[in-house]
């Protein structure tokens, strides 16, 4: 069964550094989304993106954060000057967009932990 | 503000009985709702939708039942067997929106 897939599982990062959190979603998918979960706390919505652009952000989604899909089958988030607080599993997910409910099929996660 | 809620942090249920998990929502823009099951460390994993011009939706053990006068869904388990043990998050959306998320219950399925 197809699945989206996340690399890598855990990042360390320091405070300031720049990291790029990979996602390869479900090949016949045309939607794709980020999405993060804070210690403790509810799964949030960061980003969706749709034809090569995005189509909704959130209100965390700020100047730092980006996303790209550089090639037919990547989607990459990246947060430019990390923080502390940006310590979370951030989940990608995609749908196919082609029935009435936008299911969404999300990945394990990427663990970010910023020192 | 939370637009969805699930009230319930935890709920205990007996291997081979029913288990209801509960949420409520505040929004009635929203088209459809879905219920996912996550474990430890792994992504959300989707169970069960219901569009919103619906008001049952069935799928092997599972059933979603959405009352809209109430702003009320459920989600039905039967039997419960000791794998349902996980945290269950209810979430809505509108058309390709990213989804909005309760707080999640922890269903825990006793022997």
């Known amino acids: 069964e197809p699945e989206v897939t996340q690399t890598p599982s855990h990042q360390v990062t320091q405070m300031g550094q720049e990291v790029i959190l990979r996602c390869v979603p479900i090949s016949n998918h045309l939607y794709f989304y980020w999405y993060r979960q804070i210690l403790g706390q509810k799964v949030e919505f960061l980003v969706s993106?749709?034809?090569?652009?995005?189509?909704?952000k959130s209100e965390i989604f700020d100047d730092q954060f980006s996303v790209e899909r550089p090639d037919g089958s990547n989607f990459t988030l990246k947060i430019r000057s990390t923080k502390l607080e940006d310590s979370a599993m951030y989940f990608c997910a995609s749908s196919t967009g082609t029935s009435t409910v936008y299911e969404q099929y999300f990945g394990p996660g990427t663990r970010l932990t910023v020192t | 503000d939370q637009q969805v809620k699930q009230n319930s942090p935890s709920l205990s249920v007996q291997e081979g009985r029913i288990s209801i998990l509960n949420c409520d929502y505040t929004n009635s823009m929203f088209d459809y709702f879905l219920w996912y099951k996550k474990y430890p460390a792994e992504g959300p994993t989707f169970l069960i939708s219901?569009?919103?011009?619906?008001d049952k939706n069935e799928d092997g053990r599972f059933t979603v039942f959405l009352n809209k006068s109430a702003k009320h869904l459920s989600l039905h388990i039967v039997p419960s067997q000791p794998g349902d043990s996980a945290v269950y998050f209810c979430a809505s959306g509108g058309g390709a929106d990213g989804l909005t998320f309760g707080k999640g219950t922890h269903l825990i399925i006793q022997p």
């Open positions: 219901i569009s919103s011009i619906k």
């Open positions: 993106f749709y034809n090569n652009e995005i189509s909704e």
